[in-house]
């Protein structure tokens, strides 16, 4: 089962910035090379096909591509392996950005 992270300033006092705005997130996943930005998700499962609007950057390691979804100024990641655990917290970071789960 794989854990839901968000990567998030709400939890921070006396930052202007409280939200990730898109605006931010497209400027800044737009120089890392490995990430690409998509409004639609689709999940491919044996019996189905699932399609999700919204605003995703997807990081692509090796030949799968992981979704980090900015969602109401919070950006959202599934851990499907811990390789992408180092890629969070570096977002984070970068993003001056707190980390729950959830």
Do not use: H
């Not at 996943?29 to 019996?47: C, I, N, W």
């Not at 096909?49 to 950057?57: C, E, K, P, R, S």
């Amino acid at each position: 089962m794989n854990k839901r992270f968000r990567i998030t300033r709400s939890m921070q006092e006396n930052n202007a910035e409280q939200t990730i705005s898109l605006e931010e997130c497209k400027q800044y996943f737009a120089s890392k090379p490995d990430f690409t930005y998509s409004s639609v998700f689709t999940v491919k499962g044996p019996e189905s096909t699932m399609t999700i609007n919204g605003d995703f950057f997807m990081w692509k390691q090796g030949d799968v591509e992981i979704p980090f979804r900015l969602y109401m100024g919070d950006i959202y990641v599934a851990i499907s392996n811990d390789d992408i655990v180092p890629k969070m917290i570096e977002i984070a970071t970068d993003l001056r950005a707190d980390i729950v789960e959830g």
